[in-house]
């Protein structure tokens, strides 16, 4: 649905594109009063408004049920979880959200996920699922790797990370290309090369739990991505 994905690209812009790491620790910290966790819901109605072209009369009940909705199941994760939760909040926040999005559809239009209905944008289709890959995919990796982190880290940590962050989204980009032009076999080179050029050296380090992290961020990382290219393929059909 094109009103459905209008409204996951305005929500993957404004929880995942532009809201800084230093906004989420705010809201953690302070909770209903951070004045990030307003700027954070301003900016999910911003990205609403232009993404909606401004058309607040027809769309003003999902406008506001998105944005009060927004703000509510925000405030839920942040005084419900805990250190140890974290990881489950987040993808129970975002599950409430995406439902309140298909929500909010409904009132416009015979909403529904079955295959026969995702005829869209195909250009719309195609900016979204790059920002899965290349935003969503990054805060979901980190999610779920944290648990297993580290504890020895070194001094060129933070270098390290933001290399590693950075190879992540080309990798993911490179497999998804891969996937929707029908070039599987560049996948496994793609993987082996990776394994030459970083696992070699995490060998020779001896440091088994650096090298274990690692892998378990690289197969996540190439699996979310071909997930996310086969999706984006099957999807396309209904074009």
């Given at each position: ?41 301003a900016l999910h109605a911003l990205f609403l408004v232009l993404i909606l072209q401004f058309n607040f009369k027809k769309y003003w009940l ?68 790059l920002l899965l890959v290349i935003f969503v995919s990054s805060i979901v990796i980190k999610i779920i790797i944290t648990q297993w982190n ?90």
């Amino acid at each position: 649905m094109l009103l459905f994905l209008k409204f996951l690209l305005a929500h993957i812009l404004g929880d995942f594109v532009f809201q800084p790491e230093k906004w989420v620790k705010n809201k953690e910290e302070k909770k209903v009063k951070s004045v990030k966790l307003y700027y954070h819901i301003a900016l999910h109605a911003l990205f609403l408004v232009l993404i909606l072209q401004f058309n607040f009369k027809k769309y003003w009940l999902a406008f506001l049920l998105i944005i009060c909705s927004h703000y509510l199941i925000d405030l839920l994760k942040l005084y419900l979880q805990k250190k140890n939760t974290k990881r489950i909040w987040f993808f129970i926040d975002q599950i409430l959200h995406l439902l309140l999005l298909a929500f909010a559809t409904s009132f416009y239009v015979d909403f529904s996920l079955s295959p026969k209905n995702l005829i869209t944008n195909p250009i719309l289709l195609l900016i979204v699922f790059l920002l899965l890959v290349i935003f969503v995919s990054s805060i979901v990796i980190k999610i779920i790797i944290t648990q297993w982190n580290p504890e020895n880290k070194k001094e060129n940590d933070d270098s390290l990370a933001k290399a590693g962050r950075y190879i992540g989204i080309l990798e993911r980009l490179f497999v998804f290309t891969f996937v929707i032009t029908n070039h599987w076999e560049a996948i496994g080179f793609l993987l082996a090369a990776k394994s030459v050029f970083r696992f070699g050296d995490l060998t020779s380090s001896k440091d088994r739990k650096l090298t274990e992290y690692i892998l378990i961020g690289t197969l996540l990382s190439f699996g979310i991505a071909i997930f996310l290219g086969v999706l984006y393929l099957y999807t396309l059909k209904f074009i």
